[in-house]
């Protein structure tokens, strides 16, 4: 990128720790694009959303390593091995609150946080199953597994709850990282921290729903505050924000006007996973077997005609699943009695109206709820399902859309600006806080005698599908790492 010789990003890969789709999903084929783009050099930054890492090697080390024997070395990546992998314990917990109050005592000594390294070579497993596998082919293991990689030893929530705390007695702290081996560092959300000068952060900004839609998130006053906290931080010391769309880049100029000349927008790259395969429709009905809820009811008999409607998102408020229900409820009532709802959900917050909402159809086995689908196997469902339905309130970027567009599927989605740019004409829109607008968007395209116009919807979505293709997205990233790189 540059004559002096490479580009050096660090990139943050804690969102991949969790999760298959959205964020989680971003950060692996990002990793694994850039990790392919010439003259880059990329280190992936390995860091716990909760609990504090032991420290990896010195952050520069021949082969000596600082004197540490092979074994010892061996050793001492294990356990930070463990702890990535480690579920919450209170002595962890007193560990971290200790090594914050370290942390702010070295911030006002002008002190800053090594990154240390991970010597990945006897642990390339526990990365790809860890970090990659839920995103990535087989084919690529080796791609990003051999990848240099850091360690930020205290906690991403730690560094939160630091910057929170010292608001109260002045301005808040945010720990000084020392990424003075890096030219960029890529976060995948507004970072609690500060960078080196010899360092541009860069943050992937997917959306603004806790700042613009707080009342639709989980911990409402925690994250509200943090983000926005973060966020400001990330503007004022210089920041420049990479979008996911155009609607999330006008979100956070509304908020932050002067963030404007430092702003761009890159939308997501989608899996390769997803793609038209003409598969057998009696492979959806052992998916739903092999995945679903774990009290059910009845499910499809392989004899009877199966005949569904597909949502694929978290089980939240904002995710609009009661406006589906109140339509498809309809629906079967006075049109498509055998037509069935499959919700493919991870686990989300405030949702107990809704599960009241599901629970009566799913004892009846009319709403079928799926969880820990692979990619491959929501592909399949994606391309039987009568229509995919996308109701969201407000999203950064929606990927289930996409994902149908790829597999062959047809599109509903709200009319929100998001939807508009992303999904262009490859769908059919409603209203949002209309379920008889929905019920008429699910009619118009799963209608026999309109069948045309979903076979229209799906070809004009396969065109717009190839928008979000990684050999689609990945030039615009090397123009922006290219003047980035020019610009200091």
């Given at each position: ?140 293991f080796d791609a990003v597994t051999r990848q ?75 994250h509200h505050a943090t983000h926005y906290m ?72 392989p004899a009877a005609p199966f005949e569904y ?180």
């Open positions: 990128m540059s004559a002096d010789g490479p580009l050096r990003i660090l990139f943050e890969l804690r969102p991949a720790l969790d999760g298959h789709a959205g964020i989680p999903q971003e950060t692996r084929l990002l990793f694994r694009g850039l990790s392919g783009v010439p003259n880059v050099r990329i280190a992936g930054l390995l860091q716990s959303s909760g609990r504090l890492l032991p420290a990896g090697d010195p952050p520069i080390s021949d082969k000596g390593a600082g004197g540490i024997a092979t074994d010892e070395r061996v050793e001492r990546m294990g356990r930070i091995v463990i702890a990535l992998d480690s579920p919450f314990s209170w002595r962890g917990a007193l560990n971290t609150v200790l090594h914050t109050i370290v942390m702010a005592l070295r911030w006002n000594m002008k002190g800053s946080e090594a990154l240390t390294r991970f010597e990945a070579g006897h642990f390339r497993d526990f990365l790809w199953h860890r970090l990659f596998a839920k995103t990535l082919p087989p084919e690529d240099e990689f850091r360690i930020a030893r205290i906690p991403w929530s730690a560094l939160q709850i630091c910057a929170r705390f010292t608001k109260k007695f002045g301005p808040p702290i945010y720990a000084r990282l020392d990424t003075r081996d890096f030219d960029l560092m890529i976060a995948e959300t507004p970072y609690p921290a500060t960078v080196s000068r010899e360092t541009l952060l860069v943050v992937r900004y997917h959306d603004a729903i806790p700042l613009m839609m707080p009342h639709t998130i989980s911990d409402r006053s925690y973060t966020l400001r931080h990330n503007v004022r010391s210089g920041a420049w924000f990479v979008c996911v769309s155009d609607a999330t880049r006008r979100d956070l100029l509304s908020i932050f006007p002067e963030a404007e000349p430092r702003s761009v927008t890159i939308h997501n790259m989608v899996s390769h996973h997803f793609f038209p395969e003409k598969s057998q429709r009696e492979r959806v009905l052992e998916i739903i077997a092999g995945h679903a809820d774990e009290n059910p009811g009845p499910l499809p008999h409607l597909l949502m694929v998102s978290s089980i939240e408020p904002r995710k609009n699943h009661l406006s589906l229900i109140v339509a498809w409820e309809k629906l079967r009532i006075e049109r498509f009695p055998v037509l069935k709802l499959v919700v493919v959900a991870g686990a989300g917050w405030h949702n107990e109206v809704i599960m009241r909402k599901f629970r009566p159809w799913m004892e009846r086995g009319d709403l079928l709820l799926l969880k820990d689908v692979s990619s491959a196997n929501l592909r399949r469902l994606y391309e039987h399902a009568r229509a995919t339905i996308c109701p969201s309130f407000g999203e950064g970027f929606d990927f289930s859309g996409v994902e149908a567009m790829q597999s062959g599927g047809a599109v509903i989605a709200s009319d929100i600006p998001v939807h508009r740019e992303v999904y262009a004409d490859a769908a059919e829109y409603f209203n949002p806080y209309s379920a008889e607008d929905l019920e008429r968007a699910i009619f118009a395209v799963i209608e026999n005698t309109k069948a045309g116009y979903r076979q229209d919807l799906v070809q004009r979505g396969a065109i717009v599908a190839r928008r979000y293709a990684p050999e689609a997205v990945l030039p615009q990233w090397e123009a922006f790492l290219r003047a980035r790189s020019a610009a200091r």
